[in-house]
């Protein structure tokens, strides 16, 4: 069963524009969130991350929405910059951000200069 | 370089054969991870090591696979028989620590792309 989902393979945004990548989750035991971004050939890179205590954590252009109740949560880039075309992934944890993190299938995000 | 590395990048082989995949963690972080990530999946998680011993290793598919960390540091993920879908990449990932008290982030490596023919 696919415990965090993000439904969108695929998303095309103008530069400049703002980019909304979401991610939603099955179990209630996930108390930490990360997005992680990966450019082809390369590991994943960590981009951001918030706890489940929080329901929004910014970092520069970079900012996740956790919304416990719906359990989703969602990535926004503003503004989007061709160096931000990449796959995202979702990723939980249920212990605090340590041990095992399962991944949501991944949105390939594309910026349009 | 002062990232996490994974030998090989690359490796074909036949069903049926024995392979080895190497991973060398940052220096200094006793958490290693291996992730596997099947095409058009997210990475998978396989096994964690907390120094040299295997904490969890709940995401091994079948007793086909297992991984050691003898001395705290490099990770070997070894698969016998192989099977045509074990065909992935397969990431190892490091962190400081696996500690609860506080997030540690976990770093991967580029991965070793696994072809089974």
């Known amino acids: 069963d696919q415990q965090v989902k993000q439904n969108s393979p695929s998303l095309s945004v103008q530069e400049g524009r703002i980019s909304i990548l979401n991610c939603d989750y099955t179990?209630?035991?996930?108390?930490?969130f990360l997005w992680y971004k990966k450019y082809p050939a390369e590991g994943p890179t960590f981009l951001i991350s918030?706890?489940?205590?929080?329901d929004k954590n910014e970092d520069g252009r970079f900012t996740v929405f956790l919304n416990k109740s719906a359990k989703h949560l969602s990535l926004h880039i503003v503004p989007s910059q061709p160096g931000d075309s990449a796959v995202y992934f979702c990723?939980?944890?249920?212990?605090?951000?340590?041990?095992?993190?399962?991944f949501g299938t991944g949105t390939r995000l594309t910026i349009i200069p | 370089g002062a990232g996490v590395s994974q030998t090989p990048s690359n490796k074909v082989t036949e069903k049926g054969k024995y392979v080895e995949l190497r991973c060398d963690p940052i220096?200094?972080?006793?958490?290693l991870y291996w992730y596997r990530q099947s095409l058009g999946q997210g990475p998978e998680f396989l096994i964690y090591?907390?120094?040299?011993?295997?904490?969890?290793d709940s995401g091994l598919p079948n007793d086909r696979f297992f991984a050691v960390r003898p001395e705290g540091s490099v990770s070997t993920l070894k698969i016998q028989r192989t099977e045509r879908g074990d065909s992935a990449v397969y990431l190892c990932?490091?962190?400081?620590?696996?500690?609860?008290?506080?997030?540690?982030?976990?770093?991967f490596g580029p991965g070793t792309r696994l072809t089974v023919l």
């Open positions: 990932a490091s962190s400081l620590t696996g500690k609860r008290s506080s997030y540690n982030e976990q770093f």
């Open positions: 179990n209630s035991m996930f108390d930490y």
């Open positions: 918030i706890s489940s205590i929080k």
């Open positions: 990723a939980a944890s249920a212990n605090f951000g340590n041990e095992k993190l399962t």
């Open positions: 220096s200094g972080h006793t958490a």
């Open positions: 090591f907390q120094g040299t011993g295997a904490a969890d």
